[in-house]
């Protein structure tokens, strides 16, 4: 069975500081993963998608993450955080043998400081 | 293009009360999904639609119905609204479940409906 656990709930930084929040997903088959950020009272807006073309994928608002399969791992970083950036994000996996059902980590809500 | 839109964006109802949930894309994707966000636990999956006029349970279905009577709508009703339904609703739609560089599986969300139950 499939399951993402984001293993922080809470990341607080400074404004022009590095951003990193960690993922790690369980998967059968050649998983679909996927980072998105909720603002608050906003819906859901895709920030990058990894499907086996690249490990080191490129999103938007300077976002990327890296995929490491020996480590189940997909963190999200940025080089610079800007406060724009405080909102929560959500670590999502996906298998194509399941219909397309999305499976979501808990969310780490990002504060930035000035 | 309006993406993925969702009717009401706030309600409040009591406990017993029915009401349905109107999910509508313009993107003509085959896909659609309905899901509650509550805290801590990020979004679980109620029901979903690979295409007009089927459905299929997702995560916690229960005490949720829905329908896909046309390809751009998609409709979540509460039979008799429960306090443990307080939520918030999202409905997401894709091209395809199919993975690969064109990204036909990406899901697009809407906006959200508010939805209180007392």
């Known amino acids: 069975a499939q399951s993402v656990t984001q293993l922080d709930s809470h990341v607080s930084v400074s404004e022009g500081t590095p951003v990193l929040l960690r993922c790690n997903y369980s998967?059968?088959?050649?998983?679909?993963l996927f980072w998105y950020v909720q603002h608050p009272n906003k819906g859901l807006q895709l920030l990058l998608k990894?499907?086996?073309?690249?490990?080191l994928v490129k999103g938007i608002n300077g976002f990327e993450a890296e995929f490491k399969k020996s480590e189940t791992s997909f963190h999200l970083t940025k080089p610079s955080a800007h406060m724009s950036d405080a909102a929560e994000y959500f670590c999502?996996?996906?298998?194509?043998?399941?219909?397309?059902?999305?499976?979501f980590g808990q969310g780490t809500e990002l504060s930035v400081k000035p | 293009n309006a993406g993925v839109t969702q009717t009401p964006k706030f309600r409040v109802l009591k406990t017993g009360q029915s009401m349905t949930l109107l999910c509508a894309q313009d993107?003509?994707?085959?896909?659609m999904y309905w899901y509650r966000q509550d805290p801590g636990m990020g979004l679980r999956l109620i029901h979903y639609?690979?295409?007009?006029?089927?459905?299929a349970k997702g995560e916690v279905p229960d005490g949720y119905n829905v329908s896909r009577l046309k390809k751009q709508n998609f409709l979540l009703g509460l039979e008799s609204a429960a306090p443990s339904q307080t939520s918030v609703y999202f409905c997401?739609?894709?091209?395809?479940?199919?993975?690969?560089?064109?990204?036909?599986?990406?899901?697009?969300f809407g906006p959200g409906t508010r939805l209180t139950v007392l």
């Open positions: 639609s690979v295409g007009e006029g089927t459905t």
């Open positions: 997401a739609s894709s091209y395809s479940a199919a993975s690969g560089a064109l990204g036909t599986d990406t899901q697009y």
């Open positions: 990894y499907t086996s073309a690249a490990t």
């Open positions: 999502v996996v996906s298998e194509d043998n399941q219909g397309g059902k999305l499976i």
């Open positions: 993107m003509n994707h085959e896909y």
């Open positions: 998967s059968s088959y050649s998983p679909s």
